[in-house]
T-cell receptor, first 120, second 117 residues
Framework: AQTVTQSQPEMSVQEAETVTLSCTYDTSESNYYLFWYKQPPSRQMILVIRQEAYKQQNATENRFSVNFQKAAKSFSLKISDSQLGDTAMYFCAFMKQANAGGTSYGKLTFGQGTILTVHP | GAVVSQHPSWVICKSGTSVKIECRSLDFQATTMFWYRQFPKQSLMLMATSNEGSKATYEQGVEKDKFLINHASLTLSTLTVTSAHPEDSSFYIC?????????????FGPGTRLTVT
């Protein structure tokens, strides 16, 4: 079974500054995906960024980037130029890649979440 | 982009009654849908995986007879909370996988807040 751990229950940052959210995971799988999701006060889950485990290059999406350390099983999210709209709960998630006859395909395992508050 | 809807968005029911929550993929076909439960300021806990035309697969500890899941078509899955009690009050979220999506992405519904009085 996979586990995902987010050790920072709450974080805060000033507008325009940079913040990094931590995530570690444990798995025996070789092929998998990692995700960061954002859940604002509306509670709609929004995909922020994804990383395929086989890719060495860290994923980036505009102001969001990850530091993927496969050997260390670490997957942190960096938010640059923080904006008030970034205030939300952030979840790190793991998904095993599909294989023939697999039964857990598509199942996401979430971390505990980190509440991020961006202050003006 | 792919859109998933849930209905209702908020429901209040009396203890002992049943309530049905619908999850629809509006612009894509979904062979697989997932149902999650979330308590305030906590993570999403997977309850079950719903596959079109077959029985749902429940996670350990989830009562199958209490949380009935039906995935009748490629665009609709329903979760029925039977004989609801106050401890069933929670936020229920569904997600769906697009058949045609090469990225294995899940699309989430906006959630349903259930309050049992």
């Amino acid at each position: 079974a996979q586990t995902v751990t987010q050790s920072q229950p709450e974080m805060s940052v000033q507008e325009a500054e940079t913040v990094t959210l931590s995530c570690t995971y444990d798995t025996s799988e070789s092929n998998y995906y990692l995700f960061w999701y954002k859940q604002p006060p509306s509670r709609q889950m929004i995909l922020v960024i994804r990383q395929e485990a086989y890719k060495q290059q860290n994923a980036t999406e505009n102001r969001f980037s990850v530091n993927f350390q496969k050997a260390a099983k670490s997957f942190s999210l960096k938010i640059s130029d923080s904006q008030l709209g970034d205030t939300a709960m952030y979840f790190c998630a793991f998904m095993k890649q599909a294989n023939a006859g697999g039964t857990s395909y598509g199942k996401l395992t979430f971390g505990q979440g980190t509440i991020l508050t961006v202050h003006p | 982009g792919a859109v998933v809807s849930q209905h209702p968005s908020w429901v209040i029911c009396k203890s002992g009654t049943s309530v049905k929550i619908e999850c629809r993929s509006l612009d894509f076909q979904a062979t697989t849908m997932f149902w999650y439960r979330q308590f305030p300021k906590q993570s999403l806990m997977l309850m079950a995986t719903s596959n079109e035309g077959s029985k749902a697969t429940y996670e350990q500890g989830v009562e199958k007879d209490k949380f009935l899941i039906n995935h009748a078509s490629l665009t609709l899955s329903t979760l029925t909370v039977t004989s609801a009690h106050p401890e069933d009050s929670s936020f229920y979220i569904c997600s769906a996988r697009d058949l045609q999506d090469l990225w294995d992405e899940q699309y989430f519904g906006p959630g349903t807040r259930l309050t049992v009085t």
